[in-house]
């Protein structure tokens, strides 16, 4: 079956330092991933998707490059804020039909001003 | 858009108690997800309809439950018997799905449930 399988937390930081979240799947076919957000006292958003192969998602400073030889989708940021300090949620979508989404175990990140 | 709503925000029931929790997803979206997250978990998928049909169980979700979208607007979850093992934090999402693709899924900011 599908699976995603996400670095352990949680990750404690410095402003500005370089951020790395790696993700990992195991899929049939050509999935679309995705990472979603949860901060503090909020429900799950969507941060960024990308639907098929070398497609990079990007917002909020964020990116994720879907790679398929690697069957990884790793998350990026160059210089973190406090304000990013959340729980990180990787996901895979199968082909076609509804958007039922597989989540990875998920990444606490803790950014220290 | 106000988002999807849900309520209550938290219950606490005794085990062997029946629960219900109610989802308001965002107005024009067809399709309504549950997902359940237990503490230090991604959430897992439960069931979804588009409009009023239910179109797919996982089979996490047992006889227990069972889960309506009367008129393809609001949804309830309801647990019969619970068991402590019920304890989690229930979700709800919404999308849009049209011929062209779908919208991505709006999360409400769940039900935590406490089964004593």
């Known amino acids: 079956g599908n699976s995603v399988t996400q670095m352990e937390g949680p990750v404690t930081l410095s402003e500005e330092a370089f951020l790395t979240i790696n993700c990992t799947y195991t899929a049939t076919g050509y999935p679309s991933l995705f990472w979603y957000v949860q901060y503090p006292g909020e429900g799950l958003q969507l941060l960024l998707k990308?639907?098929?192969?070398?497609d990079k998602g990007s917002n909020k400073g964020f990116e994720a490059t879907y790679r398929k030889e690697t069957t990884s989708f790793h998350l990026e940021k160059g210089s973190v804020q406090v304000s990013d300090s959340a729980v990180y949620f990787c996901a895979l979508s199968s082909m076609g039909g509804a958007q039922k989404l597989v989540f990875g175990q998920g990444t606490r990140l803790t950014i220290n001003p | 858009d106000t988002g999807v709503s849900q309520d209550p925000r938290h219950k606490i029931t005794k085990r062997g108690q029946n629960v219900t929790f109610r989802c308001d997803p965002i107005s024009e979206h067809n399709r309504l997800y549950w997902y359940r997250q237990t503490l230090g978990q991604g959430p897992e998928f439960l069931t979804y309809?588009?409009?009023?049909?239910?179109?797919?169980k996982s089979r996490l979700l047992s006889d227990r439950f069972s889960a309506e979208r009367p008129k393809g607007s609001f949804s309830t979850l309801e647990i019969q018997r619970t068991e402590q093992g019920d304890s989690a934090m229930y979700l709800c999402?919404?999308?849009?799905?049209?011929?062209?693709?779908?919208?991505?899924?709006?999360f409400g900011n769940g039900t935590r449930l406490t089964v004593t």
């Open positions: 999402a919404s999308s849009l799905a049209r011929g062209g693709g779908n919208s991505p899924l709006h």
């Open positions: 990308a639907t098929k192969a070398d």
């Open positions: 309809f588009q409009n009023e049909a239910q179109l797919e």
